[in-house]
Structure formats: structure tokens, C-alpha cells
């Protein structure tokens, strides 16, 4: 928990960053990078910002009560989503508002981030504690209603704000505001500002024991695929020369040489990348970034482009490779060609850079031919390099307000009304015993979960374990889930079972250098 005393301070806001994690599974310890110029904004504009990160506060220590003292004098909390998991957020939220309001019955409280600004209007329009939502990125609008809490004519005009007015009975929506012209002063001010050394993780993205930092370097996402929540957020991206002076700023303090750029997009411009590897290799040579990228911009990278990135500090990349499937591929509203990844791949092992593909089973649509092609390509890929190329597998849960997220709901026999009852249901799309994907048959369900839930990442595994008749077993069952995924006999059998009961769900997808 820190306190942000601007100069002249106004008026104090608490931000809080609700724990996206359910309270008896290991928390997540990276920095919440898209809270960032947020916070950033309400404190640039003269507010004194309490900043709290919950999920720290919950993992090291039980400090509820110096947060309620804290927020006890504030006019308005922020709570600001990290991610896309409404369910465990909006339950941690809830829990808080009450406990914040037992100190301070006068409080009001704004929900933002990644699903409020994701989600259509009106799924927001639910009646709750929550005061307000707020769409869009919020470096405008966060602003924009502390100052108009005792205005409603200026409430009126807040973007991006959706509240249920109690006099007349009906929820307001208002346009949320175009992106920030300017992420970089916001953004990169907070990073100089707070304390970041609770936020120091242990290899995090890059899978090894090194210091990590992850820094917030851009918003959206410019590809706008049918199939993600990302889709309707515009992109905004902080320019090379400021990530390279805060990245050198960050690493004479902290000691830090991996650096998380998170931004969904980083090579849609061929230029940019390159750029950064060119100041990365001459300002930061003893350090590694990673960042995600479309395999149909890194298709357009040439030999000495991928020398040039890997001289220049690229360690790692994210592809958004979703499927093996060419038919799926342009299904989903991709444009790359399945075939340009192994290919890709080559380069990068080549060079040393290592990746990890974003896999995701399940969409609508979807056939077991589909699904033999996506295991095929992960399997050409482990042949390839078994240590360097790993893998985020997934199942695909629909979103309002996309393409295939409507066409999921609409199979469904109609979506969920509003946030509650999405969030009701979302946290049990991996549930093995229960149906939950009713746009594909109960068979293909049946094989997803299991494809997902153990066999795929049991065949990839790099786990370790410290008896060596742990490490046979799990050689030998790991060996058997190849087979499985190629000859496709994926019934859940007493293999899955065996490795649950004498080794557990352990399995590392990420590369131990």
C-alpha cells in the first residue's frame, strides 16, 4: 500500500487492484500494469492517490485494517480490473465495498479495466453497490468524475460512465472517450512514483529465477479478430525512446534485467520493434525484453530483422497462434497462415529467442479435424525445440460484444442478461462433469476438457521433480499423452488419474534455461 501526495493535493482517491485470483490459490505477484496510467492520471491531475494492490497485500500479509484506515477520509474508490476474470473480481470488489463503507458509509465506487471496457453498456446495467462503471481506458474519464461527484450535469458528460440513476429509475450510459493521445506521461510517471520493488517476480514470463518486471507500454489491440475482448479497445502504444529510458531507469535502481512489455500488438509496425532492439542493444545490452506478436506481422520480419531483434535484447516472444487449423483461422478473423508458423519458429530457434503460442480449443464451429491440425503444429513445434517453444493452452470462453461471442450465446438458446449472470457461469467453462460449450457437440466438449485440462499440458511438460521415481513416472505418462493427442484417443482414463493422484497437476509449460 502506498500513498501518492501530489504537491498540492485536492482532494484523496483510493485505487485499489482487486485480487483476480480465488483466496485459496496462489497469487499472482506481477506488477497490474493496465492500472497504471490510470492512477497515474488522478495523481498527474493534483489527487492524492492511496494506492493499494490487493493481490500483494493478500499475499503477504493480512493489512486490512491499514487499508480501511487509509480509505476511511476518501470521497471515491477505483477499483480497476487487471484482467478478464469477472467472476473472482467482482466477488473480491463486492467484499470490499462493504468493508470500506463500514469506516466510510459515504464512499462511492467506480468499477474499470479490461471487462466493464470490454462488455456492451448495457450488461452493465446491473443494481448493485457498485456506484459506477467505467469504460475505456480511463486516463480521461477517471479524472473527469471525481471532479463531477457533486455535479450532475458534469456527471452527465463523464465518458464511458454507466450508473444506475436512483431518482428516476434508469440507467445512463454515456460514449466512452477515445483513446489517450498520450499514454506515455501517465503511464511511465507511475512507474518512477511507486515502490515497485513488492513487485520484483522471480523470471514470471520468461519461466527462470531472474528479476522480472512487467511495464504497461501499450493499450488495444489493432488486428480487431471476431473472437476477442480485446476487439473494441483502440491501440495506443508508448514510443520505443520511453520504454528504453525507463527500462535503464528501472534497471540502475532495482537490478532488474527482464523486462515484460506488455502490450498486446508490438509488432504490428515493423519499425517499432526494431527501433527498440536498436536503442535496447546500445543502452540496455545486459538485459532481455518479451512482448506478444500476430504471426502475421512476424511473417513479414526478414532473416536479418530476426538478427536484429535478437541482438537487441528479444528473449522471448507470445504468438497469438490460437489454432493449427487454417479453416479456423480464418474463422476466427485471423489472417496468418498456419503453415509461416513452424517456419517462424525455425528463425527464432535459430537465434536463441525463445516463444510461447497462445492455443485456444473450443470455438464455435470447430471440428475434430480442427483440433488434429492444432495438435499436429504443437507437435512439429516440440520436434523442433522441446525447451525453447512452449505453450498457453486454453478453452474458448465466449465474450458479448464479439462476433463469435454473439454466435456462442445465440447456439446457447441466448447469452447471459448482464454482468452477474455471466459471471455466474464463466468460472465453470473447464468444469469436466459439467456442460458448458453448447455449441459444439457433448462429445467435442468432452475431448476439449480433456485435451486441455491434462493431456496437452502433461505432453509438454518441463516439470521437475526431486525422486527419481517421480521423474520416471512422469516421463512414462507424459510419453503415453503424446501418443494420446496423436493417435487421438483422448477418453479420460486411469493415466490421468494415476499422474493426479501420485504427482499431481504440476506441470511447467514454460523453459528453464
Known amino acids: 500500500m502506498q500513498i501518492l501526495s501530489s504537491h498540492d493535493p485536492r482532494e484523496r482517491v483510493g485505487f485499489v487492484v482487486p485480487r483476480w485470483t480465488a483466496p485459496d490459490e496462489p497469487g499472482t505477484q506481477g506488477l497490474p500494469f493496465r ?11 493534483g489527487f492524492e492517490v492511496v494506492w493499494v494492490d490487493q493481490e500483494q497485500d493478500v499475499d503477504l500479509a493480512d493489512r486490512r485494517a491499514e487499508l480501511l484506515e487509509a480509505l476511511r477520509a476518501v470521497r ?3 477499483f480497476w480490473t487487471n484482467e478478464l476474470w469477472p467472476l473472482t473480481q467482482l466477488q473480491n470488489i463486492l467484499v470490499l465495498t462493504a468493508a470500506i463503507r463500514e469506516v466510510n458509509p459515504g464512499v462511492k465506487v467506480a468499477v474499470g479495466g479490461t471487462f466493464p471496457s470490454a462488455s456492451p453498456a448495457t450488461f452493465l446495467h446491473v443494481d448493485s453497490p457498485i456506484d459506477y462503471f467505467l469504460q475505456g481506458y480511463g486516463e480521461t474519464s477517471a479524472p473527469e468524475l471525481v471532479e463531477a461527484l457533486d455535479d450532475p450535469e458534469r456527471l452527465a458528460r463523464v465518458a464511458g460512465l454507466v450508473r444506475l440513476d436512483r431518482e428516476a429509475g434508469v440507467y445512463r450510459s454515456n460514449d466512452p472517450a477515445p483513446r489517450a493521445a498520450d499514454p506515455v506521461s501517465d503511464a511511465v510517471h507511475m512507474y518512477r512514483e511507486l515502490d515497485l520493488t513488492p513487485y520484483i517476480v522471480r523470471g514470471g514470463i520468461f519461466g527462470n529465477d531472474q528479476p522480472t518486471l512487467v511495464l504497461g507500454t501499450g493499450h488495444g489491440c489493432a488486428k480487431r479478430c471476431g473472437f476477442c475482448y480485446w476487439r473494441n479497445l483502440d491501440i495506443s502504444l508508448v514510443p520505443p525512446e520511453a520504454i528504453v529510458d525507463l527500462a535503464e531507469e528501472l534497471r540502475d535502481r532495482y537490478g532488474v534485467r527482464q523486462f515484460h512489455l506488455a502490450e498486446l500488438d508490438m509488432f504490428a509496425s515493423r519499425a517499432r520493434p526494431l527501433r527498440l532492439a536498436r536503442l535496447w542493444k546500445e543502452r540496455l545490452p545486459d538485459c532481455l525484453w518479451f512482448s506478444l506478436c500476430s504471426p502475421v506481422d512476424a511473417a513479414r520480419f526478414s532473416d536479418d530483422d530476426w538478427d536484429e531483434l535478437a541482438a537487441g535484447g528479444c528473449g522471448k516472444l507470445e504468438f497469438g497462434t490460437e489454432s493449427g487449423s487454417a479453416r479456423m483461422i480464418e474463422r476466427i478473423g485471423k489472417r496468418h497462415d498456419p503453415a509461416d508458423v513452424l517456419r517462424i519458429m525455425g528463425k527464432l530457434v535459430e537465434r536463441d529467442i525463445h516463444s510461447m503460442h497462445n492455443i485456444i480449443f473450443g470455438f464455435v464451429g470447430e471440428t475434430a479435424e ?13 520436434a523442433l525445440d522441446g ?11 465466449p465474450t458479448p460484444g464479439t462476433p463469435m461471442g454473439d454466435e456462442a450465446f445465440a447456439a446457447a438458446g441466448g447469452g447471459p442478461a448482464n454482468l452477474e449472470s455471466l459471471a455466474a457461469v464463466r468460472s465453470s467453462y473447464d468444469a469436466g462433469s459439467q456442460r458448458t460449450m453448447p455449441w459444439l457437440p457433448a462429445r467435442d466438449e468432452s475431448e476439449i476438457k480433456s485435451i486441455v485440462g491434462h493431456y496437452l499440458p502433461l505432453a509438454n511438460s518441463l516439470a521437475s521433480y526431486p525422486r527419481s521415481w517421480q521423474r520416471v513416472l512422469h516421463g512414462a505418462l507424459r510419453g503415453l499423452a503424446r501418443w494420446r493427442l496423436r493417435a487421438h484417443v483422448l477418453g479420460f482414463s486411469v493415466d490421468a488419474l494415476l499422474h493426479r493422484r ?4 504440476r506441470m511447467s509449460l514454460t523453459y528453464r534455461p
Open 370 to 382: 480442427d483440433r488434429r491440425a492444432t495438435l499436429r503444429l504443437i507437435d512439429e513445434m516440440r
Open 35 to 45: 492500472c497504471f496510467p490510470v492512477a497515474g492520471a488522478l495523481h498527474n491531475r
Open 76 to 78: 471515491i474508490v477505483f
Open 502 to 505: 501420485l504427482l499431481g497437476d
Open 387 to 397: 525447451k525453447r517453444i512452449s505453450y498457453a493452452v486454453r478453452i474458448y470462453q
